[in-house]
């Protein structure tokens, strides 16, 4: 693998990665905020 | 009637879409769209299609969706009748939206039914493992019942493990949206996710099976798919390709998610939920399928000419012959090929009941019948139109269904939800619409790209594969004269499903204005 092939699946994966972080932490948060209420 | 369900969370619907886009395309289709169109430089056009045809879609169609359910409507056609600003015909154009997703289905749910079938003779060893490309496939023909050979004489083993496939699914289905989808999905995302997480691990650890030849190891492998070359990126095919791959893979333009919104409440989030969907679909897609079926090919088939003849093999030679063959080369191979097909079928699963689910909302919804007896109407109705594909497999028959469901009614249907949206309805409503109960504010540039990027792109899609590939299909170029009868039969039960679906809008849509006069 040289270095644009390392950059393109640590990008792609890093993009990819922080999206599904992000809203699947918002998602439990409110479900969680639901289920106390 | 009965009371119209609700999903019972949020994570629940999310899975549940994600699990409808979630399929075989995205460990099977996707790596060979990559390694052919570029490699890591396939990327960009891929991601650029993800923010201004794939997520603009996604939004459109949840949006629609939750608004169609608020007035009880299940399917496109009470939904876009609804739609303030579209005429007494777009309840006719709202009919693709049933009869695509059905269309699918005649043929999804048999291939779903293999990967079961593969699950099991790979656990139990009658998969042909160690004799070869030619084994493989005559074992595959065979089970298809195109040959008799040693592995099978009849195509009773197939037509078993469909029937086992199918009352799943409609148990799944008769269970209801929460207790049935919702809870399939739930449980069987979260196992899609670790096999999948597993295979890909396996497969990242190989390291260098083969000590003589070094340059077959999994870091040359994963430079073959991420490497990018970017000369391809002049290439308008790449482009293409590209931006069909993420309409394909986000199952958008089909109507199931039109579906599946329905059951929102008005004031459950879209923004967020649709994003995530997208995420876990992209998830599966990128990081899993990137890292299984190529990356093994590559290091088991002789690098770069062999990881390139599977890509260009089609889905099901990669799927069911070129993958078995790979696992049988690794220790433990029988388990995991039979991993490998347990995915498949969880992800085949996950978006079979979402295929099913837009004609059973259509009958509960706009025909009044009860969830019970919906099913079993749909049920009688589907074994029967299954049977071609199963029956005509080496006719072509499902390659023309594939056509129509599968490719020209998504684009053209995708390209009527985001007109009627933006233009119809109104982008203004339509935003302040999508915003109702959102979660995350959706950048305020997506307006414009939903009125006029998203259609111009849908457009220019629409317009090159006209003229590349629906009119030469449409005039049946290279086809057999063998095979033409079978593909004017799929042509014309298609047309009879359309009539049925449009005489049931008329009639119902016909009782409910006579019923206003009285």
């Known amino acids: 693998m040289n270095i644009w092939g390392l950059f393109f699946m640590l990008v792609s994966w890093g993009l990819i990665l922080a999206l599904v972080v992000f809203s699947f932490v918002k998602v439990l948060e409110k479900d969680n905020k639901n289920n106390n209420e | ?518």
């Open chain 2, 1 to 518: 009637m009965e009371k119209r369900e609700h999903w019972g969370s949020k994570l629940g619907v999310i899975l549940a879409v994600a699990g409808s886009a979630v399929g075989l395309g995205n460990f099977l289709r996707f790596p060979a769209k990559a390694v052919l169109n570029g490699g890591g430089a396939f990327m960009i056009p891929y991601f650029v299609a993800f923010l201004l045809l794939g997520i603009p879609l996604m939004w459109v169609e949840w949006t629609l969706g939750r608004m169609g359910g608020a007035a009880g409507h299940g399917t496109a056609p009470g939904m876009f009748d609804k739609l303030d600003g579209a005429g007494r015909w777009a309840k006719y154009l709202g009919t693709i939206g049933i009869l695509g997703p059905f269309i699918i289905l005649t043929y999804y749910m048999y291939i779903e039914s293999w990967t079961l079938a593969y699950a099991f003779y790979s656990f139990t060893g009658h998969l042909p493992f160690s004799g070869g490309q030619d084994s493989m496939k005559a074992f595959l023909s065979g089970y298809q019942g195109l040959a008799h050979n040693q592995y099978f004489s009849s195509l009773w083993p197939a037509l078993l493990f469909f029937l086992i496939t199918f009352l799943t699914n409609f148990y799944f289905i008769y269970r209801g949206v929460r207790g049935g989808i919702e809870k399939l999905s739930r449980y069987g995302m979260p196992v899609l996710l670790g096999l999948g997480i597993l295979l890909a691990i396996r497969v990242l650890l190989l390291g260098t099976p083969d000590l003589s030849q070094p340059q077959l190891s999994i870091k040359n492998a994963l430079g073959f798919f991420w490497n990018p070359d970017f000369s391809r990126l002049g290439d308008a095919k790449v482009w293409i390709e590209a931006a069909g791959q993420i309409f394909f893979t986000l199952s958008v333009g089909i109507g199931v998610i039109l579906t599946y919104a329905s059951y929102l409440k008005r004031s459950d989030d879209i923004a967020l939920s649709g994003l995530s969907a997208s995420a876990t679909n992209e998830f599966c897609e990128v990081i899993l399928g990137g890292s299984i079926v190529i990356p093994a090919a590559f290091v088991f088939l002789g690098g770069a000419s062999g990881a390139m003849e599977a890509a260009r093999g089609g889905t099901f030679n990669l799927g069911f012959v070129t993958m078995p063959l790979i696992f049988g080369k690794i220790p433990a191979g029988q388990l995991f090929s039979g991993l490998w097909f347990s995915l498949l079928f969880v992800a085949g699963i996950t978006s079979s009941v979402s295929l099913i689910q837009p004609a059973v909302s259509f009958l509960e919804d706009e025909l009044g019948l009860s969830r019970r007896r919906a099913v079993v109407v749909l049920g009688a109705i589907s074994f029967l139109a299954c049977l071609p594909a199963i029956l005509f497999l080496g006719h072509g028959f499902v390659d023309e269904l594939d056509f129509w469901g599968g490719t020209l009614f998504l684009v053209v249907f995708a390209t009527i939800e985001v007109i009627l949206f933006a233009w119809v309805y109104g982008i203004d409503r339509g935003w302040e619409e999508m915003h109702q109960g959102a979660l995350i504010r959706i950048p305020k540039v997506y307006k414009y790209i939903i009125k006029f990027v998203t259609p111009a792109y849908l457009s220019i899609l629409l317009g090159v594969w006209s003229f590349q590939q629906f009119w030469p299909f449409i005039i049946m170029k290279g086809v057999s004269p063998a095979d033409r009868p079978y593909q004017w039969a799929a042509r014309i039960m298609i047309l009879l499903l359309w009539l049925g679906i449009a005489a049931a809008v008329a009639w119902v849509w016909r009782g409910r204005r006579l019923g206003v006069k009285s």
